[in-house]
């Protein structure tokens, strides 16, 4: 079955931009939208965005303005960055497989924490 | 954005319990509905998608229903590796939004 996992440093300075990978295996990566998930220590969970295979993405309003979702079929990856991060972007950051009509995510990587502190 | 609330936001139970957790959307959103079930230091594991469908491996103990803006999630008969915290998800419309999450702990 599909496994996903993240990757990138767990510690980011703040104003700097966050940058992490999530490696897609035992499964290709075409003909699917991915999507990038987040959850503060302790609080709960929030989508920030999903990308198809093909390129076409989504994000959360909340962060539209700082994120970007892109996809490398070729390496079978996702890659997201966060701009301009502050100590509230702190999260344990999650990968996951968003299956359509109707939507939801079935598959997750372990998650990765990362923490915006200088 | 679609807000989505959980009751209760904890519970204590005990093993062969039944329990419910109930979620509700601030608009309707038919039956684009999913739980989760997340453990500690792990990922979240889908359980029910579309409001009553079981994923594929999820035990039948777990059952879910609704529509529109009120959701149920069901466990029959709890067992021990049942007790985590819960999360509703609606996918009605993006953003894709959660809600706060039930925490379920041992009585």
């Known amino acids: 079955q599909v496994q996903l996992q993240e990757s990138g440093p767990g510690l980011v300075k703040p104003s700097e931009t966050l940058s992490l990978t999530c490696s897609v295996s035992?499964?290709?990566?075409?003909?699917?939208?991915w999507s990038w998930i987040r959850q503060p220590p302790g609080k709960g969970l929030e989508w920030i965005g999903y990308?198809?295979?093909?390129?076409?993405?989504n994000y959360n309003p909340s962060l539209k303005s700082r994120v970007t979702i892109s996809v490398d079929t070729s390496k079978n990856q996702l890659s997201l960055k966060l701009n301009s991060v502050t100590a509230a972007d702190t999260a344990v950051y999650y990968c996951?497989?968003?299956?359509?009509?109707?939507?939801?995510?079935?598959?997750w990587g372990q998650g990765t924490l990362v923490t915006v502190s200088s | 954005d679609i807000q989505m609330t959980q009751s209760p936001s904890s519970l204590s139970a005990s093993v062969r319990d039944r329990v419910t957790i109930t979620c509700r959307a601030s608009?309707?959103?038919?039956?684009?509905l999913n739980w989760y079930q997340q453990k500690p230091g792990k990922a979240p594991k889908l359980l029910i998608y579309?409001?009553?469908n079981l994923q594929s491996g999820v035990p039948s103990r777990f059952s879910a229903s609704g529509s529109g803006t009120d959701f149920t999630l069901t466990i029959s008969s709890l067992q021990p590796e049942d007790f985590a915290t819960y999360y509703c998800?609606?996918?009605?419309?993006?953003?894709?939004?959660f809600g706060p999450g039930t925490k379920m702990d041992i009585k």
């Open positions: 608009q309707s959103i038919s039956t684009y």
């Open positions: 998800q609606q996918s009605y419309s993006p953003p894709f939004t």
């Open positions: 990308i198809y295979y093909s390129g076409s993405t």
């Open positions: 035992d499964g290709s990566i075409s003909s699917y939208y």
């Open positions: 996951a497989r968003l299956r359509v009509v109707p939507y939801y995510f079935d598959y």
């Open positions: 579309a409001a009553s």
